[in-house]
């Protein structure tokens, strides 16, 4: 029997076209935890499991079903559209790999609730540091691998693409002052609260190469800080990089750290910070970014460390942007609503001629020969007849999407969500 996931019945609702045999619920469906679902620690270890999880879902998926996984620093989501095996395979692998004492089921949306977060989530509406614009790129990429690895569908395809125009209009409104916000200046604003207010002149260190490392060197020039990059590789748009031997005496001789690698485990050991926090006068201020985080999180004396969840902020209210989400989510599901229901009326008439073709052959079966003309008229007329009785129906599906009636396009803030939060979602 195909898995099911508890949702809310009363949401499941089905427009008045149920009554001529077309029924429309936007096949989407998402699941997965965040910064405001689940612990640090559980999230790094999905994060860690990601590609094989990736493939135990691809595994799972039935034909038609299609989905993509995306991994940021605060959350790893499932969006599939099709069958319930995708999603209810990853609940399954999230609740076996959770960790000693987590007890919140992974989050659970379908139909416009699941769109409707996934326009939130690229607007930089869910993140833990609100309007950050990586977000934008992580979808794409996800996006990217689903596609090269067989994952996606055309109907995913849309339904992302969709989101994806969609969140970034809305975060324009949400956050119109242009300033641009990331994990790397939310790093350097909380860097900057921990000196007193100011980085002027701070000797601080870059450990990682990669698009947080970049932010991070960008706005701590911008600060006046001195800024030393540590990291493995060189890589363009970093200057300057020093091996990643150098860093335990630059992390010695710094203010600050910021470490920032794409490593699935830690590269910063106890051993490593005790190294650098030898003969120090103060405390080194040292800043972990990544998920999986890279510095061990027992830190070590006279080292103190954040990791990604001290950035944390909640946006202001913004009751624009709020309404902005609505239209745009409702024009979505019209969209898709419109190309559901041409293509059903598609095979709806195309089951029509079939039906009026052996009505004709079973009606002519009993009559005297007619002839080839004969029998044609026939054909024609029962044709006709079945087209006619189908017109109504169709003019009324036509007419329903057009002016927003179906219940899918006025329901996008339906509370279809199973699962529990830490927090509100």
Same mark, same amino acid.
């Given at each position: 029997?195909?898995?099911?996931?508890?949702?809310?019945?009363?949401?499941?609702?089905?427009?008045?076209?149920?009554?001529?045999?077309?029924?429309?619920?936007?096949?989407?469906?998402?699941?997965?935890?965040?910064?405001?679902?689940?612990?640090?620690?559980?999230?790094?270890?999905?994060?860690?499991?990601?590609?094989?999880?990736?493939?135990?879902?691809?595994?799972?998926?039935?034909?038609?079903?299609?989905?993509?996984?995306?991994?940021?620093?605060?959350?790893?989501?499932?969006?599939?559209?099709?069958?319930?095996?995708?999603?209810?395979?990853?609940?399954?692998?999230?609740?076996?790999?959770?960790?000693? =004492?987590? %007890?919140?089921?992974? *989050?659970? $949306?379908?139909?416009?609730? @699941? +769109?409707?977060?996934?326009? /939130? #989530?690229? &607007?930089?509406?869910?993140?833990?540091?609100?309007?950050?614009?990586?977000?934008?790129?992580?979808?794409?990429?996800?996006?990217?691998?689903?596609?090269?690895? =067989?994952? %996606?569908?055309?109907? *995913?395809? $849309?339904?992302?693409?969709? @989101? +994806?125009?969609?969140?970034? /209009? #809305?975060? &324009?409104?949400?956050?119109?002052?242009?300033?641009?916000?990331?994990?790397?200046?939310?790093?350097?604003?909380?860097?900057?609260?921990?000196?007193?207010?100011?980085?002027?002149?701070?000797?601080?260190?870059?450990?990682?190469?990669?698009?947080?490392?970049?932010?991070?060197?960008?706005?701590?020039?911008?600060?006046?800080?001195?800024?030393?990059?540590?990291?493995?590789?060189?890589?363009?748009?970093?200057?300057?990089?020093?091996?990643?031997?150098?860093?335990?005496?630059?992390?010695?001789?710094?203010?600050?750290?910021?470490?920032?690698?794409?490593?699935?485990?830690?590269?910063?050991?106890?051993?490593?910070?005790?190294?650098?926090?030898?003969?120090?006068?103060?405390?080194?201020?040292?800043?972990?970014?990544?998920?999986?985080?890279?510095?061990?999180?027992?830190?070590?004396?006279?080292?103190?460390?954040?990791?990604?969840?001290?950035?944390?902020?909640?946006?202001?209210?913004?009751?624009?942007?709020?309404?902005?989400?609505?239209?745009?989510?409702?024009?979505?599901?019209?969209?898709?609503?419109?190309?559901?229901?041409?293509?059903?009326?598609?095979?709806?008439?195309?089951?029509?001629?079939?039906?009026?073709?052996?009505?004709?052959?079973?009606?002519?079966?009993?009559?005297?020969?007619?002839?080839?003309?004969?029998?044609?008229?026939?054909?024609?007329?029962?044709?006709?007849?079945?087209?006619?009785?189908?017109?109504?129906?169709?003019?009324?599906?036509?007419?329903?999407?057009?002016?927003?009636?179906?219940?899918?396009?006025?329901?996008?803030?339906?509370?279809?969500?199973?699962?529990?939060?830490?927090?509100?979602?």
């Amino acid at each position: 029997a195909e898995p099911r996931l508890r949702g809310t019945p009363n949401c499941r609702r089905r427009s008045r076209g149920v009554a001529w045999g077309m029924s429309l619920e936007l096949p989407l469906a998402q699941v997965g935890l965040s910064h405001r679902t689940a612990s640090l620690a559980w999230r790094e270890v999905l994060a860690r499991e990601a590609d094989a999880l990736g493939a135990d879902l691809a595994a799972a998926a039935r034909p038609g079903d299609g989905f993509l996984l995306l991994l940021t620093c605060n959350r790893i989501e499932c969006y599939a559209v099709g069958s319930d095996a995708v999603p209810a395979r990853f609940a399954e692998r999230a609740r076996v790999l959770a960790p000693a =004492g987590e %007890a919140v089921l992974p *989050l659970v $949306r379908r139909g416009p609730a @699941a +769109l409707r977060h996934l326009v /939130r #989530v690229t &607007a930089g509406l869910e993140s833990l540091v609100p309007g950050e614009r990586e977000v934008v790129g992580q979808v794409r990429a996800a996006w990217r691998r689903a596609r090269e690895r =067989g994952w %996606a569908t055309g109907e *995913l395809d $849309r339904l992302v693409a969709g @989101a +994806l125009a969609a969140g970034q /209009r #809305v975060r &324009a409104a949400a956050f119109p002052s242009g300033a641009a916000r990331s994990v790397a200046t939310a790093a350097v604003a909380r860097a900057r609260r921990e000196r007193g207010g100011s980085l002027a002149g701070a000797r601080c260190v870059v450990a990682g190469a990669g698009t947080v490392a970049r932010g991070l060197v960008e706005a701590l020039r911008g600060e006046g800080a001195q800024v030393v990059v540590v990291a493995r590789r060189a890589r363009r748009g970093v200057a300057a990089v020093e091996p990643w031997s150098a860093l335990a005496p630059a992390l010695a001789g710094a203010d600050v750290g910021f470490v920032a690698t794409g490593a699935s485990r830690p590269t910063v050991d106890r051993a490593l910070l005790a190294e650098a926090a030898a003969g120090r006068a103060a405390p080194l201020l040292l800043l972990d970014l990544a998920v999986p985080r890279n510095v061990d999180p027992a830190g070590a004396a006279g080292v103190r460390l954040l990791d990604v969840e001290a950035l944390a902020s909640r946006p202001d209210a913004m009751p624009r942007a709020d309404g902005l989400l609505d239209d745009e989510v409702a024009a979505l599901v019209r969209a898709w609503a419109a190309r559901a229901v041409t293509r059903r009326l598609g095979h709806l008439h195309a089951e029509g001629d079939q039906l009026a073709a052996s009505a004709a052959t079973a009606l002519l079966a009993g009559l005297p020969p007619l002839g080839p003309e004969g029998e044609r008229r026939v054909h024609d007329a029962l044709r006709q007849a079945v087209r006619r009785a189908l017109f109504p129906a169709s003019r009324e599906a036509r007419s329903l999407v057009q002016a927003g009636m179906l219940p899918l396009a006025t329901c996008e803030r339906c509370p279809e969500v199973s699962g529990g939060t830490r927090g509100a979602a």
